[in-house]
C-alpha cells in the first residue's frame, strides 16, 4: 500500500551466547592438523544446528493492525538492514545480551532521521539506560499499547515514552499472524506461547521481574487454534515458548490432551516434577513431545537455596528424569556449576548424575550475573564481580567462555580447571554418540546438539585458560 506508514520491527544478533557461536568459531582456530580438520567439520554442525526460530515478539507486534500501517520484521540474524527502503519508524527489540549492537544501529538510524522505537527485555527493566538512545521508550509487554503506538504515529503525535500500566490479560484473543516474516529462514516457524510471568523466584532470571509472578495464560481455545492455523503454513515442529510449560499442571494437561489429535511434533520447557505426574506426562508424550528442557541447576540443595529456587529438590530427580525419558521423550538437562554452596566435589556427582539418568544432553554452564537479577545486585554488593556492575555489556550471555564473578566456596583460580576439567570429560564425540544411540527419540537432533557442545565447550576451554593465565 503505497501511503502507509512503514515500519521496520528489528531483532538484533547478539555477538555472544547462542548467536555468538559463529563469531565464536572463527575466533579461535585449531593449532595441528588433526584440530583444524575436527574444527572445521565441527564449525559446519554448528551451521546446522542453530534452531534458529523467530521472535515471537516481534510477531506479536506485527499481528496489532492498524489501517494504514504496514509492519515488516528484520531478524539481523539472517537480514541485512534494508537501509535502502523508506521508514517511518524503526522498532528495535533489546535483549540483555545485545544491548551495544541495538544502541549502535539506533544510533545509525537518528543520524539519517529515522524515528527509533525501543522495547523488549532490557528497556524495560532498564528504562533509564536507553532513554537517551531512543525517540520513543515502550515499557513493558506491548501486546496492546503497540496499537496506541501505531495510531499516534498515524496522527503525528507520538510520545516520547509508552508505559504498560498493568500487565496484558492473556485470556484475550490475540491472534499471531506470520506474515511480515520469512518462513524459509528459520528452522520452524512454529512457536507459540500459552503461559507467561513465572511463579518461581529464582535469583539468577529476570522471567519473575519481567513478567510477574503471576502465571497468566491463554485460552485453551485460542491456543488451538492458533496451532491449527500455523499448521497450514508450516508442518515443521512446535516450539512451546513458555519458561515452565508445566507449572499449572491442570490447564497443561486439559492443553495437551486436547492437542493430540493434532498430530505435531513438538519440543519445550519444564520441571522436572513433571516425572511425578503420570497423566501429565501421557499427555505430553501423546501429543508429540520430543524433548524437554528442564533447569537441574546444582545438585547441591543449599546452593539452589541460596539462589532462591525451592522447587525440585535434588533427592528426586534422578527418579523423575528416568520416568520422563521413559515415556519417550528427550531431556536435555541444564546445570550451573559455581552456585553459593556448590565446592569442589560437585563435577565428579554432575558426572554420575548424568550417567545414573541418560539425560540426552547436558548443559554444564557458568553463573550468569545478569543486569536486572537479584544475583547480580547481591554479587555487586558483596563486591564480587569482576566487571564494573555500571558495565552492562561485560556481562555477556556467553557460554560460559569467561567467569563474570568469584564463587563464595571456590577459589576462582581452582574453579576455573576443575569447571573445564568437567567440561572436557562429558563432551566428547565418543559421549556424544553414546546419547545419540541410547535417546528416546530425535536423535540426530541429539547427536548434533552434542557435536555442537563438543566444539562450543572446547572454544570456551581455550577463552578460560586464557583467562586463567591473566589471573596468575
Ligand atoms: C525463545 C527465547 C529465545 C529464542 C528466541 C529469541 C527471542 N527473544 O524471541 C533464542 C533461542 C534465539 C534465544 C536466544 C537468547 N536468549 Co532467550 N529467551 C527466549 C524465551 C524463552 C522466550 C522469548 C519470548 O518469545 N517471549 C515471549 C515474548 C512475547 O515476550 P518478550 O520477548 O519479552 O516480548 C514482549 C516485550 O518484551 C515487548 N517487546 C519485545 N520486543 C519489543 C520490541 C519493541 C519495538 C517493542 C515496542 C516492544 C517489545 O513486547 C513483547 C510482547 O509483550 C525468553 C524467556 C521469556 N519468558 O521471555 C528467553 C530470554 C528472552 N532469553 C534470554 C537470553 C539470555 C537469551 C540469550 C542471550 C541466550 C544466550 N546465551 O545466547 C540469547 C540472545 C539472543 C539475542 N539475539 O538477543 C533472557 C533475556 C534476559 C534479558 N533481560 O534480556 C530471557 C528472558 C530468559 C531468562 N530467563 O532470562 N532466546
Ligand atoms: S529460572 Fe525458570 S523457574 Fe526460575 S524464575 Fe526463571 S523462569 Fe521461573
Known sequence: MGHDKQVLLVFIQADSGVDGTSLLDSASPGHNIFSVLKDSLLSNVIRRAQFAIPPLALMILSSQKVPGVSQSICDLRFDKFPLDRHWDLVGISVQTGA????????????????????????????????????????????????TDVQKDLLADTLKREYRVASFPDLSVDRSVIKSALDIQSYFTTNVVQTTRGCPYSCDFCNVHVMNGHRLRHRSISSVLREVEIFLKEDKRIFFFLDDTVNADELYAEKLFTELVPFKINWVGQATTALGEKPRLLDAFAR??????????????????????????????????????????????????????????????????????????????????????????????????????????????FSWGQEMLYKPQRINLLEFIPSYTGLTKRVFTVQNALRRAVRAPKLRSAVLMFNLLYVHMYSLSRKDLKRQLQQLT
Request: charged share 25%; aromatic share 8%.
Open 99 to 146: 544491548v551495544k549492537p541495538a544502541f549502535e544501529l539506533a544510533r545509525v538510524l537518528r543520524s539519517k532521521g529515522i524515528k527509533v522505537v525501543l522495547g523488549g527485555p532490557y528497556a524495560t527493566i532498564f528504562p533509564e539506560k536507553c532513554r537517551d538512545h531512543a525517540d520513543i521508550l515502550v515499557i513493558g509487554e506491548a501486546d496492546d499499547i503497540w
Open 287 to 396: 501429543s508429540g513431545c520430543g524433548a524437554l528442557l528442564v533447569g537441574i541447576e546444582s545438585l547441591d540443595d543449599g546452593s539452589n537455596h541460596a539462589h532462591m529456587k525451592f522447587h525440585n529438590p535434588s533427592s528426586r530427580q534422578v527418579e523423575n528424569i528416568k520416568n520422563i525419558r521413559e515415556a519417550g521423550i528427550c531431556v536435555y538437562g541444564s546445570f550451573i556449576y559455581g552456585l553459593d554452596e556448590d565446592t569442589l566435589d560437585l563435577p565428579e556427582r554432575i558426572e554420575e548424575f548424568i550417567e545414573e539418568t541418560g539425560i540426552d544432553v547436558p548443559g554444564i554452564n557458568l553463573l550468569r550475573p545478569i543486569p536486572g537479577t537479584g544475583v547480580f545486585d547481591r554479587l555487586a554488593a558483596e563486591g564480587r564481580l569482576l566487571y564494573h556492575p555500571d558495565d552492562h555489556d561485560a556481562f555477556k
